[in-house]
């Protein structure tokens, strides 16, 4: 469960420093409309948290877990279309099934894992999932950046960078 988690993170999480250059780079926005991107992600994580709730009352927790697993999929492999194609509309339609795929995610795997958990080793999986956690965001951030930089010096073309990157989160 524990790999499971840091695979499915590093690529959830390891989107958050590329996301509003990737936007500003292929689509020409603005730094004021790339700082919005995250606050649109953010939202509809939230909203999926609060949905979350509801599903898990009529789905089973694993099933939440795979619609939100398949939400994200769908929002990675539309933000890597977008930028072959350079569409802001797929962009932000994948950047709302992105979030949506997160929160879901989230909150269902929560509840996986305390499923798994005894009363005596609470602590003991919560702070497995802060430390799956902390290592996806520092995996996901640096092989993303990595995989960046790398295709963009070995190509000469930023554009093919980014959607190398989105392109390999979806394969994730």
Known sequence: FFVYLVVLLAALLGQDILLEPF???????TVQQTTRI????????????????VLEARFTRR???NIGGMGALI????????????????FYIGLILLGIGTGLS????????????TPDKVGLYIG????????SRLLGSVIGGAVRDLVAKLSGNVDLSYIAVFGLMTVI
Do not use: P, Q
């Not at 929002?75 to 797929?90: H, N």
């Not at 989230?106 to 958990?117: A, E, H, K, R």
């Not at 497995?128 to 290592?135: P, R, V």
């Open 63 to 65: 099933r939440v877990a």
């Open 38 to 53: 995250t606050s649109i992600w953010g939202g509809c994580v939230l909203a999926a948290l609060l949905v979350a709730g």
């Open 106 to 117: 989230t909150v269902s795997n929560l509840s996986l894992m305390f499923n798994m958990t």
């Open 23 to 29: 936007a500003g780079e292929l689509f020409g926005l």
């Open 128 to 135: 497995a999932w802060g430390m799956a956690n902390a290592l």
């Open 75 to 90: 929002g990675f492999g539309m933000i890597t279309a977008s930028g072959i194609i350079l569409s802001k509309g797929m």
